[in-house]
């Protein structure tokens, strides 16, 4: 008998995949891993290959979604001196603070704009010697690796970015000055075909620099030199303050204003799990720069405004004093 044909080898591209949990289907063994807090996947990853594999799958943060128990991280980016750091805080009060960084991106610009897809952080463009650039630095933070995406069609600084049905929106951060940069004025990237097209734009709405942008009742709010403009998707221009869906109008959250700085600049905010959290730069000691947290249950009081109270504020980190807050993202894994 050759051994193409031996009983020991033939078959063996068939055989079942290994059990992840000994007497129990795959299917079920997944569900009971997907159930595991994350804070306690770095132990379990040690049990053997199959476990460290299925705990860094696309499987396991689809199946952790469907169950429900996806866990919401701060993910923070902090220029210091003339290099960028990435942080991310994954346990908070009542639990002691830790605050872990996470491997350097590549290569980030000045200006980058930043949208979170799934368990994905998109950076996009920013300046390189004064020249906006059309490339998306990818990071996945299942498994903590950057890798290169599409680039976009044309490269921008200071652009506003948001995610509506699945999809990235990006707009502004270029001069309106030749007509490849009117076209593609707004650009959408689309992750099923994985590349980049052209969004239509009104001539109104076409400013060059976006301040910041956030992603309110599936529209992107975008803070511009002269106001700010709403991407409906349809256009419209408008101004930036704290928005109530349901009245469609911008209020001011009240009662949180002895708890927190008066903040001029160097802070930024993001929603982590239906909380608003509020990163922002501090004094510190003359040499180093304090970095502070705090997260903020907001609420509609009786007469329909908005109210806040601080579930939590500490100093999360400190470094050199050149340093500066650049965003923060929320990404649910």
């Given at each position: ?8 080898t ?9 059990l992840?949990?000994p007497?129990l ?8 891993l ?17 476990w460290r ?14 169950l ?6 701060l ?10 750091r ?14 872990s960084?996470?491997p ?9 704009a ?15 010697n004064d020249i906006?650039?059309?490339?998306v ?7 903590n690796q ?6 976009m069609?044309v490269g921008?600084?200071f652009?506003a970015?948001g ?5 990235i ?6 001069l309106v000055?030749t ?19 052209t969004?239509v ?27 700010g403009?709403?991407?409906n ?11 109530d ?6 209020k ?7 708890g ?19 990163v922002?730069?501090g004094k ?7 970095v502070?947290c705090?997260e ?14 601080i ?5 999360i980190l400190?470094v ?13 894994l």
């Open positions: 008998m050759s051994s193409a044909t031996s009983p020991s033939a078959g063996d591209s068939d055989a079942p995949p290994p992840l949990i007497s289907p795959n299917d079920v063994a997944l569900q009971c997907a159930r595991t807090p994350r804070s306690h996947h770095p132990t379990l990853s040690l049990v053997s290959k199959s594999s299925i705990l860094k799958s696309p499987l396991l943060f689809t199946t952790r979604s469907l429900s128990c996806t866990q919401h991280f993910y923070l980016n902090i220029r210091i001196n003339s290099s960028f990435w942080f991310t805080l994954s346990q908070k009060p009542p639990n002691p603070i830790i605050l960084q996470v350097p991106i590549p290569s980030q610009a000045i200006g980058s930043f949208a979170v897809l799934g368990p994905k952080i998109y950076v996009m463009g920013g300046s390189v906006p650039s059309r490339n630095w990818v990071f996945n933070c299942c498994i950057w890798e290169i995406g599409p680039k069609r921008r600084e652009a970015a995610v509506v049905d699945g999809r929106y990006v707009m502004g951060g270029c000055d007509w490849a940069k009117s076209t593609n004025w707004a650009e959408v990237f689309d992750p099923v075909v994985g590349r980049w097209a969004v734009s009104p001539v109104e709405v076409r400013e060059k620099w976006m301040h910041a942008s956030a992603v309110v009742g599936g529209k992107v709010f975008a803070m511009a030199d002269r106001g403009v709403v991407f998707p349809k256009w419209r221009l408008g101004r930036i303050r704290g928005f869906v349901e009245k469609d109008t911008w001011e959250v009240k009662g949180i204003d002895e927190l700085p008066k903040f001029l600049c160097g802070a930024t905010m993001a929603n982590v799990g239906g909380r608003l959290v509020v922002w730069e510190g000691n003359g040499k180093e720069m304090e502070s705090a903020i249950d907001v609420r509609k009081d009786g007469d329909g405004g908005l109210s806040g109270s579930i939590w504020s500490y100093v400190s050199p004093i050149v340093s500066s807050i650049v965003h923060c993202l929320a990404v649910g």
